[in-house]
């Protein structure tokens, strides 16, 4: 039976964990919390400000740093039924926004007033993360999934699992796996571009959907020889190279280019015949060598993984994204094409667009902004919690 919310578990926050939800944010750590008596891991509790004032409603992790995620600014009564509210209403929101593929994110954690809870379309295969004690609850989990195949009717609904968040969260161990089908990979289109999916494999919950409207604006301006650094499974090489002489693909993962080549042959038709060339390598070496023995292109693309982890990251990781762009920009031509991209929240755009500029000059070279891009809209931001604002993607024209 749903809890009265008076007799939900009580947690009371100090005048600064009151002020962070006041002003926007959903979320208090555990250095904010005065009292949490007898609360469970995982719980739906009822947050008071130090003078007893309700706050409203939310998830609590007894583990976490994060303690305290925001679930209602109101009393919560039942809490699978108001989830199984918040999927219908994220699968409504995106209804008018995503186009042109088969694959996007259906669900963004506190984007969608889901804490804890990634879900992502790959055609008819869904893929989910749940990474809070409260999101793994059975009663939780039940809802959860279906409300999924209710709405979404997909042909397998796959569990990717995160074992270090799953261990800071104090959560058992869990697998990766199907929890409902026996399908586990796919074809899907995205930007008229094909690819291959297998959800038991690969990185996140699979490709990476927040760069899909980055690929096709990276595509409307590439030309002539296009390097791809960090090429994964070939996102921006395959969108660059229709529009392209010659494109080339960099990463380190062997089994990420053979991916890429697969992708590559199940496009020929859009690729107007035209062969992809897959280098793996060390991106910083490649670039390095290649910027040495005067190697010039006309387009280069840079999205590498995230460089800081966390704040204290911040230095190395502008150190990082200077180096990789400085090469770069030495090995543009006049009126070359660069497209740079940093997935790391703890660089801040401001941040991103210091660096770029600070390249620029000790290469020698001019930037003229084309577009300041971030993550496509399937994986929207909420403008008082700058956490889930996380990517960045400059497009830029060199001149000499």
């Known amino acids: 039976m749903p809890k009265a919310p008076d007799t939900l578990p009580t947690v009371k926050i100090s005048p600064r964990g009151a002020t962070r939800l006041k ?31 309700p706050l409203g409603s939310a998830l609590y992790s007894s583990s976490s740093q994060i303690a305290i995620r925001m679930i209602s600014h109101d009393p919560v009564t039942d809490l699978p039924a108001l989830l199984r509210q918040r999927i219908a209403a994220a699968i409504e929101y995106r209804a008018p926004l995503v186009t042109d593929t088969e694959a996007y994110r259906v669900v963004f954690s506190e984007a969608d007033f889901l804490p804890g809870l990634i879900v992502d379309r790959y055609g008819d295969i869904l893929s989910l993360q749940i990474l809070t004690q409260a999101m793994d609850a059975d009663p939780v989990r039940e809802a959860i999934l279906a409300e999924l195949t209710a709405r979404l009717h997909p042909a397998s609904l796959i569990e990717r699992v995160d074992p270090r968040v799953r261990e800071l969260e104090t959560l058992p161990p869990r697998a990766s796996g199907l929890l409902q089908g026996d399908k586990s990979a796919t074809t899907f289109t995205m930007n008229r571009v094909q690819f291959l999916y297998d959800a038991l494999e690969g990185q996140k919950t699979g ?194």
Request: proline share 4%.
């Open 207 to 400: 490709a990476f959907l927040d760069q899909r409207e980055n690929y096709a604006a990276a595509a409307h301006y590439a030309k002539g020889e296009a390097l791809d650094v960090f090429c994964y499974q070939g996102g921006f090489a395959l969108h660059l190279a229709p529009h392209c002489s010659q494109v080339t693909g960099v990463d380190s993962s062997r089994p990420a280019l053979e991916v890429a080549d697969q992708n590559a042959k199940l496009n020929q038709t859009f690729l107007k015949g035209k062969e992809i060339e897959w280098i793996e390598a060390n991106a910083f070496d490649l670039l390095k060598d290649y910027s040495s023995s005067d190697r010039h292109y006309d387009a280069i693309v840079l999205d590498p993984p995230a460089f800081a982890k966390s704040k204290r990251d911040l230095d190395a990781a502008l150190r990082g994204y200077k180096e990789l762009n400085l090469r770069a920009l030495k090995m543009l031509r006049p009126g070359g094409i660069l497209v740079t991209c940093s997935c790391s929240y703890h660089v801040s755009q401001p941040n991103f667009l210091e660096m770029l500029a600070s390249a620029a000059l000790d290469a020698h070279r001019t930037l003229r902004l084309i577009e300041v891009r971030g993550q496509a809209k399937d994986h929207p931001v909420l403008l008082n919690v700058s956490e889930t604002s996380y990517l960045k993607c400059v497009i830029a024209s060199v001149r000499y």
């Open 23 to 53: 002003d926007g944010h959903v979320w208090v750590y555990r250095s904010d919390i005065i009292s949490a008596d007898d609360v469970l891991p995982g719980s739906l509790i009822r947050v008071t400000d130090h003078r007893g004032k």
